[in-house]
């Protein structure tokens, strides 16, 4: 079965084949970097990282371009209050956000272009569309893409001209001077005196810097090619950011920007987005004071990309309490070094998951499948498939012991003298003092588990 992907262009599931035999171009929006990322953030690096995985995985050759926006008008509200320059405050945000995405296992893209060093290509796209009257200059010194002499401006949020609120989404300018339609949006912002110097470039059309929508346009086209395979991105960007992209890159080059397009899901906290904006969110650190990064991971995976993300810690505590169920599997019978063999039905099945639009919850419902097999058989070539087929979503790959483990007060050596001095109790027939034993680390958060082979532990869920 060959890989079908939802495009949000067409509205519907598509047979996915590059543009170019055996190499998958794939541009996806990343983060602006004025604050720590937060679980939302966390959400769409997983889903893309998920994509690329499975991409490679079935023997496709993938440039995958994240970009970084480096310059906008948060940024630099954020370094004028903190009193630092603003690559001082963008250095030190891109550091973190690669810290944070190192430890959910986030692999990094090939590309991460920072958009302060692509003004010289945002400033190229903004003449080709001056020159062919889809961008003006406005009289307070701004250039504008001029929407309505783009045909098919809607097509990819499906959003017709005459259906657009410029009053909710499209920032509008009423003061003399400057767009001359509300739908209008900007290139190139001219310089205000209370800007920052190093937020200012010379250009053909005066001093000032680039509108966010061109920066991607720029970085995207640049490294991938005016055509390319896959772009995606958050389900708040088909428009206007994405929109806008599409009509100034199109309008520029007359080609098609991308061949498909793809937009993960929200995280939601009480039905509600979580974002910044809105002062709901939890910072990928904070979550991962409470929870390992694998947990995390999990949860976010274990749902459909596209699907709404519900945030609660009952639902993390669940996702931690079913990846355990996984390691047990793997902790139970040693994993034999092993070749993903599509063939095998365990395999078979999850590939078609995969294939249907990166379907990971049914992959994952496979891993399971395995895992009850594997604690049956005890088959070290199927625990060997299972880890094999859990690293194509960056799962499964700590040592077993040590994730279940993982969380605990105590340290192994204190755990094992209590397991001992229960044991002593047992061969003296002192059943009481075992169950207390049992009971004081259960307390403690240590689960004992006993077998014909002897006594272990594991961290509660």
């Known amino acids: 079965m060959s890989l079908r992907i939802y495009n949000t262009l067409s509205r519907d599931l598509v047979d996915f084949t590059p543009a170019q035999p055996g190499h998958v171009r794939m541009y996806v929006c990343g983060m602006t970097v004025y604050d720590l990322c937060h679980l939302g953030h966390a959400r769409s690096m997983l889903a893309f990282d998920v994509v690329q995985r499975w991409l490679r995985a079935t023997g496709l050759k993938v440039t ?191 080609k098609t920007l991308a061949n498909v397009w793809m937009h993960n899901g929200f995280v939601n906290i ?33 749902s459909h990309y596209r699907s709404p993300l519900n945030y609660s810690d009952v639902h993390l505590d669940d996702a931690r309490g079913a990846l355990k169920r996984l390691y047990t ?34 992959a994952i419902a496979v891993l399971f499948d395995l895992a009850s097999e594997v604690n049956r058989s005890q088959s070290s070539e199927l625990a060997g498939l299972l880890k094999s087929l859990g690293g194509v979503l960056g799962l499964l790959q700590a040592e077993p012991q040590s994730f279940l483990q993982a969380g605990t007060q105590l340290d192994d050596a204190a755990i094992q003298l209590k397991i001992h001095a229960r044991a002593q109790a047992k061969l003296a027939k002192n059943f009481a003092e075992a169950d207390r034993i049992r009971q004081e680390l259960l307390a403690q958060g240590i689960v004992l588990k006993d077998s014909a082979s002897g006594t272990t532990w594991e961290a509660a869920q």
Not at 337 to 349: F, I, K, M, Q, T
Request: hydrophobic letters at 35%; a negative charge.
């Open 270 to 302: 009480d039905n509600e987005k979580m974002s910044k904006s809105l002062g709901n969110f939890f910072t990928i650190r904070e979550v991962l004071q409470a929870y390992d990064a694998e947990t995390v991971r999990f949860f976010v995976v274990r």
């Open 64 to 254: 995958y371009v994240r970009n970084v926006t480096d310059i906008d008008d948060k940024i630099i509200k954020r370094a004028v209050e903190n009193q630092e320059s603003i690559r001082s405050l963008t250095d030190r945000m891109i550091d973190a956000l690669h810290q944070d995405a190192d430890a959910l296992g986030v692999q990094r893209p090939e590309f991460e272009p920072r958009a302060t060093d692509y003004v010289p290509q945002m400033l190229s796209i903004i003449g080709k569309l001056e020159q062919k009257g889809l961008a003006y200059r406005a009289g307070n010194g701004d250039v504008n893409f001029a929407v309505r002499k783009f045909p098919g401006y809607g097509k990819l949020s499906g959003k017709s001209l005459d259906e657009l609120n410029a009053g909710e989404r499209v920032a509008v300018s009423q003061e003399a001077g400057g767009k001359e339609d509300p739908l209008d949006f900007v290139l190139w912002k001219s310089a205000k005196d209370s800007e920052p110097e190093d937020v200012k470039w010379a250009s053909p059309f005066g001093i000032g810097r680039p509108g966010w929508h061109i920066e991607c346009s720029a970085m995207s086209c640049e490294l991938l090619g005016e055509t390319f395979d896959i772009h995606g991105g958050g389900a708040d960007l088909p428009f206007p950011h994405h929109e806008n992209e599409i009509a100034q890159s199109e309008g520029a080059s007359g």
């Open 329 to 362: 599997a793997l902790h139970t019978v040693a994993p034999a070094e092993v070749s993903l063999d599509w063939a095998n039905p365990y395999a078979a099945r999850f590939q078609a998951a995969m294939n249907e639009d990166f379907g990971t919850p049914e």
